[in-house]
C-alpha cells in the first residue's frame, strides 16, 4: 500500500494517444453526386470546359477527386455545383460518362501516347482539296485508319472542285465503299443537302489540313459558327491555321459538328503494326497467303503478287501507302503526300 501511496491508480481508458497524420483510416469511397446533371462538353480551353445543358451554357472545372482524367469535346459529363450559366459562375465536372468511341492521335510516329481528341462520335469526316492546297492522300489514309480503329464511319469530302476534278483521288476509294462528296464554289445547295442529311442527328468530326475549306465548309453549314477562314500561301501552298482548338457546334435540324484544327500530320505511333493493317480492309484478301507474322514490308508478303493478280492501280497505291504507314521512319509529314 505504501508504495502505490500518491499515484493515482490508472486504467486504459485514462490513456490518451494522439493519432499520427497518417494513422486516420482511409476509404475509396468517393462523393455520389447524387443531384449532378448531365452535360455536353462542346469546348476545352486551358481546364475550363463549355458544357451545353438543355438551353444554356456553363463553365466547368474538373474536380480533383476526378484526378488526371483527360477530359475531350464531346465527352457526356455529370455537372454539380453552380450549373445556372450565369456570368463568373463555376460549376465542377464530377464523372466522366463511359464513351461508345474514342478518337486518338499521337504528336508523331515516333511517340507511342495515345491522346484523345474527341469522344462520342459517329462519323469522321475527311475534307481534302482537290487543289489549292494540292490533296494529300497520305493523310487522307492516316485519317481512314484512325478512324477505322475508333469504330467511326469515314465519310471523304472533297472540295475546290471548281480548280480541280475528283477523277485521280475517287477511283482510289472505291474498294473501301465510303460516302464521298464533291464540292466547288458557288456550293451546289443539292450537294449541300445530301451532306447536311448525313450528318444529320450524329456527332461527326471534321478533319484535315490547313487551306482545305474546312472553316468555309463549317459556315456553310452552321452560319451562326463564324469560324474564321484563312487563305493558302503562294509560296508554300499551305494554308494558314485559323482554329486553335476543336469546338463541338450544333447543327441546324439536330447533331453536332466538331470542328478540329487544321493538322498537317496525324501520328499513329500509339498504334500497333496490326491494328494499321486491319484498317485496310480493300487489302485484306490479299493477306490470306502471307506467311505466319508477316510484317508485309518484305519479299515474302503475298500482297505484291495479289495486287499484281488484278488489284490494279488502285490498289497497289493503297498498299504504297500502308507500306508507308507501316515503315514510318521518317514521321508523318513523310506520307502525307
Not at 72 to 83: E, F
Not at 90 to 113: F, G, N, T, Y
Not at 177 to 197: C, E, T, Y
Not at 293 to 320: N, T
Amino acid at each position: 500500500m505504501s508504495g502505490q501511496r500518491g499515484h493515482a491508480r490508472l486504467d486504459e481508458d485514462d490513456v490518451r494517444v494522439r493519432a499520427s497524420r497518417g494513422s486516420r483510416p482511409r476509404t475509396r469511397r468517393r462523393p455520389a453526386h447524387a443531384g449532378a446533371v448531365p452535360g455536353f462538353v462542346a469546348g476545352v480551353d486551358r481546364g475550363r470546359y463549355r458544357c451545353v445543358l438543355d438551353d444554356r451554357v456553363i463553365t466547368a472545372m474538373k474536380a480533383r477527386e476526378l484526378g488526371r482524367g483527360t477530359i475531350v469535346v464531346g465527352d457526356t459529363v455529370s455537372l454539380a455545383g453552380d450549373v445556372t450559366g450565369a456570368p463568373g459562375s463555376l460549376a465542377r465536372v464530377v464523372r466522366i460518362e463511359p464513351r461508345r468511341s474514342v478518337l486518338r492521335r499521337s504528336a508523331d510516329d515516333a511517340d507511342p501516347v495515345e491522346r484523345a481528341i474527341v469522344a462520342n462520335a459517329d462519323l469522321l469526316v475527311i475534307v481534302s482539296a482537290l487543289a489549292d492546297p494540292p490533296p494529300r492522300t497520305g493523310l487522307i489514309d492516316r485519317f481512314l485508319v484512325a478512324a477505322y480503329d475508333a469504330g467511326l464511319e469515314p465519310v471523304l469530302c472533297l472540295t475546290k472542285a471548281d480548280l480541280a476534278g475528283p477523277e485521280s483521288i475517287l477511283p482510289g476509294y472505291d474498294p473501301l465503299g465510303l460516302r464521298a462528296v464533291v464540292l466547288g464554289r458557288p456550293f451546289d445547295p443539292a450537294v449541300l443537302a445530301d451532306l447536311h442529311a448525313i450528318l444529320a442527328g450524329r456527332i461527326s468530326v471534321l478533319v484535315g489540313h490547313s487551306g482545305v475549306g474546312k472553316s468555309t465548309l463549317v459556315n456553310t453549314l452552321i452560319p451562326a459558327a463564324d469560324r474564321a477562314v484563312g487563305t493558302v500561301s503562294p509560296v508554300t501552298g499551305r494554308g494558314r491555321h485559323t482554329s486553335s482548338s476543336a469546338v463541338a457546334l450544333p447543327l441546324p435540324g439536330g447533331g453536332w459538328v466538331i470542328d478540329t484544327p487544321g493538322l498537317r500530320g496525324f501520328g499513329l505511333g500509339h498504334m500497333s503494326p496490326e491494328r494499321v493493317v486491319q484498317a485496310f480492309p480493300d487489302l485484306a484478301p490479299g493477306t490470306a497467303d502471307c506467311p505466319p507474322g508477316c510484317a508485309h514490308l518484305g519479299a515474302e508478303c503475298a500482297l505484291d503478287d495479289w495486287v499484281a493478280a488484278g488489284g490494279g492501280d488502285s490498289l497497289a497505291a493503297r498498299l504504297e501507302s500502308l507500306r508507308r504507314l507501316l515503315a514510318r521512319a521518317d514521321g508523318p509529314d513523310a506520307d502525307d503526300r
